[in-house]
């Protein structure tokens, strides 16, 4: 038995991250009597700390360790600042909505940190394994968070139907590994990938393996024909919930979908590309057309999240490194666009009724000029509307996709944002020039948040006019990568 | 002797055949004697309850009483068998099966002295583990298939309980098993040669004291007795249960505590070997005596702990059951794991090397 | 047929059955039970492939523990099996056609056609010593460490998500919750107080008497 001990330095990240969360949960029962607030604060220093040791230790190599389960690379570290960064803004809106609306405990932020974690696990996860336990450590403490507010018959609901069918699409997704583990006997991404380019593979099975993989992610993200659950989930959650479920899981999902299909499988990418073509059509119609006929903002939000999915999967189809690239941007913008279009409805959900419909956002130009036009900005991100960052995202994945020769693909893609730009561009309409029922100027939650949305979507305006410097940054990750 | 046998008997029979029949012999070979250890320790219990409340105990039936469980037996099978009319027939007349079948399987791993075992296997402990965790079936099928609230509130407290105490149960074995390093039963005792301060007993002390604790409450003993509880649900799992059908239970409940015995012996108390070991001069003069006896006496002594514990403490409130359980023992045991760890890792102790 | 051939029929057809049975029959409680059943034959089918560590643990682990607290919680349970069983008859046939399908599909690809004796040639028997318990456990601490541990870290996240989820602490006044430390800690002096009371003298009894 020659045993070495492992390389722990590139996980220090990830180590850290379980200690401290550890450390919050034992904290949380002996403060939480005395100092309501300390878990929340301990929960953000806790990611500062993370998100330190992550920039502290930047790598551009590909550092595996763990006998191969795990991997670092620039990828994942950008992933993972993401992650952090937009973590952090999560905690700060929900800290404020829980105390308005009067729930929650300090096992959200404890659940929330064990979400993350799981999400950091799935970015540098190499092997299938790893990857699954990583998805489940993050999907198991979603379920959970919804639940959470227990005295909420709909978030209840929400959660068991997210749980239901995510254990389903666990199902299928684990189903899929064992064929392509039967196929290859193997389970890191490298050795799968050298197997699969021998030729040597029995191709029927991994292309089956390859199907019940894709649609356990599709299911995962949340993908046409799998997205039955996304609209209920994101609507019966608590806002504060669904902030945390519409933004960095899709991070985490991106690098679940690149370390299985690019790195795992780039040798079979005409089995996977035709798959992510029927589920991105599908997604981009759904995603634009259903949501059209939404009242609720978290409804409307979830269906566009599916379009966006759609979006993101474009760049997967190209099957060039440029494509994965245009992704993983659109994807982190998508994260951060997100951040605040629901951070928006808790920012101005003052007392315990939710600001979450449409008519709620009626006239709130005169009711709250400054707010209105972040949300604006928001909106027009989101649709694509020039000079936002949401343009460029669009932008580049259809470029991508064009470049590798999906023209009608890009047709679709351009169609269905245009139609999606129409429920976009009703939010602003509402919040313009519709007339209010009541006229009383409405005031934020408080300043914090306020300022962060204004701050986050400033930016959104910001990178839209100086993108080259975010882009190059998700180029040069997928490029440093591979 | 039963490889002699086989090797005979396939002389003129089916291989298969022939295996099958040892197998036969072997199991009854096992299974007789332990039949037979229940149903006088029923008589002990009644005679050593008896004596430590200044009574006689049965005294009638036979020189002295010793026939007593004879007669018991006698008049178990010719009672009547009461099938409750809202009953689940089927599982109701399974049940007592499930109860015994897992009693009884147990026993075929466990050595009664060196070689001395029906089957050998490398995984011993676990095996006992497992099959002991499905007696609770038994329990839990009679308890819901009665249609009766008493029996249903004794299947309930006996799951939950059965449950609480086996991971404590489980992590005192962990322990013996990071000492031996080792599953197998046969080998675990081969460890603790060397003498009554070489047995597990001294290093392991708290597990010795929580494995037995959880062995009581496994086998559903006094003072953790509570899904039969004749106080507060008349009898608990098997209210409605007569005859022959309501013995097997018994037959189980004693077996199951034989077992437990077996196991602490060998687990703790060095199995077969002799307490003189390594004493000079009482270690020749008691070499005649084979395994059997001295694991005979060492479970002797702990099934008069069973019977003592039973006369001498009161029943535990269910939820005060319940912190023992979990409060008390889980942690507990996991400690010890750790402590031993370490104790392994810096090799520390006569114990460890 | 080989006796160990004929075991693996055995309990291959009992686990089939049992599990057959437990989606038909309409008792949640006796569901649990061929579930039960299914988990033991299975188990029966893994020491039969020699991974005796893999089916002991399958019994000690589902059988002895998850499925009877699973079993504890369906006896309480009073399912309306009416509503349950609504939509049943209704939705057989298509729900037979896609288990047919799902089925035959399953056959064609990893059935024996692709992993046969042929493409897969049968193992060779373990030797008689080996011990399965150090097979598995020497990969699980040294290869698989990372997902060791996260394994644990995802029970961990169970354990909180159901403790967070279920716990509902009662204020003291609804319930009366037994502090064993502080009953262990006691003194007599927090329970007892000796108090010295001057005699009761009672003058006028006294009077009464020299009346009379």
Redesign the interface.
């Known amino acids: 038995?020659n045993?070495v001990i492992?390389n722990f330095a590139p996980?220090i990240p990830e180590i850290a991250l379980?200690i401290l969360a550890?450390v919050v949960?034992i904290g949380d029962t002996i403060w939480s009597k005395r100092c309501q607030n300390a878990t929340y604060y301990a929960t953000q220093l806790s990611l500062i700390i993370v998100g330190w040791l992550i920039v502290d230790s930047f790598t551009v190599h590909q550092i595996v360790t763990?006998?191969g389960?795990?991997v670092r690379d620039t990828l994942s570290d950008v992933l993972k600042i993401f992650t952090v960064l937009i973590a952090l803004g999560i905690f700060l809106f929900a800290r404020t909505s829980m105390q308005e609306k009067k729930y929650g405990?300090g096992?959200f932020y404890?659940?929330g940190l064990?979400a993350i974690?799981?999400m950091f696990?799935m970015i540098s996860a190499y092997?299938l394994?790893?990857l699954y336990?990583?998805l489940?450590?993050m999907s198991?403490?979603l379920?959970?968070i919804i639940?959470?507010h227990?005295n909420s018959g709909v978030a209840v609901e929400a959660a068991s139907k997210y749980f239901v069918l995510g254990a389903l699409a666990t199902g299928m997704l684990l189903y899929g590994f064992s064929?392509i583990y039967?196929a290859t006997g193997e389970i890191n991404f490298d050795k799968i990938a050298a197997v699969i380019a021998t030729g040597q593979v029995?191709h029927?099975?991994l292309a089956?393996g390859v199907v019940f993989v894709v649609i356990g992610l599709i299911f995962k993200m949340g993908g046409a024909p799998f997205h039955m659950w996304v609209p209920d989930v994101y609507h019966g959650a608590p806002t504060a919930v669904t902030l945390f479920l519409g933004t960095i899981p899709k991070i985490a999902a991106f690098a679940m979908v690149y370390r299985l299909m690019v790195e795992a499988m780039p040798g079979l990418l005409k089995d996977w590309q035709q798959l992510l073509i029927i589920v991105t059509v599908l997604s981009l119609i759904v995603g634009s057309i259903v949501a059209i006929a939404q009242d609720n903002l978290k409804r409307m939000l979830a269906y566009s999240g599916i379009g966006h999915v759609g979006f993101i999967l474009l760049g997967f189809i190209a099957g060039t490194f440029d494509g994965f690239a245009s992704a993983m941007y659109y994807v982190l913008v998508y994260a951060i666009t997100g951040l605040v279009g629901f951070g928006m409805m808790i920012v101005l959900g003052k007392g315990r009724q939710e600001f979450d419909r449409i008519d709620d956002f009626k006239g709130l130009n005169a009711r709250n000029p400054w707010l209105a036009l972040m949300m604006l900005f928001a909106m027009f991100s989101m649709a694509g509307v020039p000079p936002f960052i949401g343009f460029f995202a669009k932008l580049m994945v259809i470029e991508e996709v064009v470049k590798a020769g999906f023209v009608w693909l890009a047709v679709v893609a351009v169609i269905t944002a245009v139609i999606s730009a129409f429920y976009y561009l009703r939010v602003v309409k509402v919040m313009y020039f519709d007339v209010p029922e009541d006229t009383t100027p409405i005031k934020a939650v408080n300043r914090t948040t306020q300022w962060t949305a204004s701050f986050v979507a400033i930016a959104l305006l910001v990178f839209g006019l100086i993108p080259s410097g975010f882009i190059n940054l998700c180029y040069n990750a997928v490029a440093l990568t591979h | 002797m039963f490889n002699a046998l086989q090797n005979w008997l396939s002389s003129f029979l089916y291989d298969?055949l022939a295996i099958l029949i040892t197998l036969l012999l072997q199991a009854v070979a096992v299974i007789l004697p332990v039949m037979l250890a229940v149903a006088w320790l029923t008589f002990a219990e009644r005679k050593v309850i008896g004596y430590m409340q200044v009574r006689m105990g049965p005294n009638r039936v036979g020189p002295a009483g010793w026939l007593q469980p004879i007669a018991d037996a006698l008049k178990l099978i010719m009672k009547e068998i009461v099938l409750p009319a809202q009953s689940n027939i089927y599982?109701f007349v399974i049940a007592p099966v499930l109860a015994i079948a897992p009693a009884v399987a147990a026993w075929a791993v466990i050595p009664f002295d060196d070689g001395v075992v029906v089957a050998d296997?490398?995984?011993g402990v676990?095996?006992v583990?497992?099959?002991a965790?499905?007696a609770?079936?038994g329990i839990?099928?009679s308890g819901?298939a009665s249609n009766s609230k008493y029996a249903?509130l004794g299947?309930?407290r006996a799951?939950?309980q059965?449950?609480s105490y086996?991971i404590a149960m489980?992590f005192a074995l962990v322990t013996v098993l990071m000492v031996a390093d080792t599953?197998n039963l046969t080998k675990i005792v081969e460890h603790q040669q060397g003498g009554f301060w070489h047995w597990y007993w001294i290093p392991l002390l708290p597990m010795f004291v929580v494995y037995f604790i959880s062995g009581l409450a496994e086998t559903n003993r006094a003072p953790f007795d509570v899904a039969e509880g004749e106080s507060e649900i008349v009898a608990g799992f098997h209210v409605e249960y007569s005859g022959m059908a309501f013995a097997v239970f018994f037959l189980a409940e004693y077996a199951m505590m034989i077992l437990i015995s077996f196991m602490t012996a060998i687990m703790f108390m060095g199995g077969w070997l002799s307490p003189f070991e390594g004493i000079p001069g009482l270690e020749t003069l008691f070499a005649w005596v084979p395994g059997i006896v001295w694991i005979s006496l060492k479970v002797a002594f702990l099934l008069f702990l069973f019977l003592w514990f039973r006369a001498t403490f009161p029943r535990y409130r269910y939820?005060q059951i319940m912190?023992l359980g979990w409060k008390v023992l889980i942690p507990l045991t996991i400690v010890w794991v750790f402590v031993v760890g370490l104790m392994q890792y810096f090799k520390l102790g006569p114990w460890f090397n | 047929m080989t006796?160990e051939t004929f075991i693996f029929y055995l309990l291959g057809f009992i686990a089939a059955a049992s599990g057959l049975m437990m989606i038909t029959v309409k008792n949640p409680?006796?569901a649990a039970?061929w579930l039960?059943l299914a988990f033991?034959a299975t188990a029966g089918l893994w020491i039969l492939a020699q991974a005796?560590?893999l089916g002991?643990?399958l019994?000690?682990v589902y059988?002895?523990?998850v499925m009877?607290?699973f079993?504890?919680v369906v006896?309480?349970l009073d399912i309306n099996l009416v509503v349950l069983k609504e939509g049943f008859t209704r939705y057989l046939p298509i729900g037979a056609v896609a288990a047919l399908a799902t089925f035959a599909?399953i056959y064609?690809?990893?059935g024996p056609d692709?992993?046969g004796l042929q493409?897969f040639p049968a193992p060779t028997p373990l030797p008689a010593d080996a011990?399965?318990?150090k097979m598995i456990a020497?990969p699980l601490y040294?290869?698989?460490?990372?997902?060791f541990i996260?394994?644990a870290?995802?029970l961990?996240?169970?354990i909180?998500?159901a403790i967070?989820?279920t716990l509902r602490r009662r204020p003291p006044k609804e319930v009366q919750y037994?502090d064993?430390d502080a009953q262990v800690k006691v003194q007599a002096k927090d329970r007892f107080e000796m108090i010295k009371m001057a005699p009761v003298v009672e003058p006028e009894i006294k009077k009464e008497e020299k009346e009379e």
Not at chain 3, 142 to 147: I, L
């Open positions: 038995m045993f492992p996980a379980l550890s949960l763990f006998d389960s795990f405990s096992e404890v659940l064990f974690l799981g696990v092997n394994i790893t336990l990583g489940e450590i198991l403490s379920y959970a639940a959470l227990r064929m039967g029995d029927t099975v089956f | 298969w599982l296997i490398d995984a676990l095996y583990l497992s099959v965790s499905i609770v079936y839990v099928v819901w249903f299947a309930l799951s939950a059965k449950i086996e489980g599953m939820d912190r | 006796f409680v006796k039970l039960v033991i005796e560590f002991l643990v019994i000690l059988v002895g523990a009877v607290l079993l504890f006896m309480m599909l064609m690809v990893v692709r992993f493409a011990s399965n318990t020497v040294t290869t698989h460490v990372y997902a996260l394994a870290v995802l961990l996240v169970g909180v998500a967070s989820l037994q064993i």
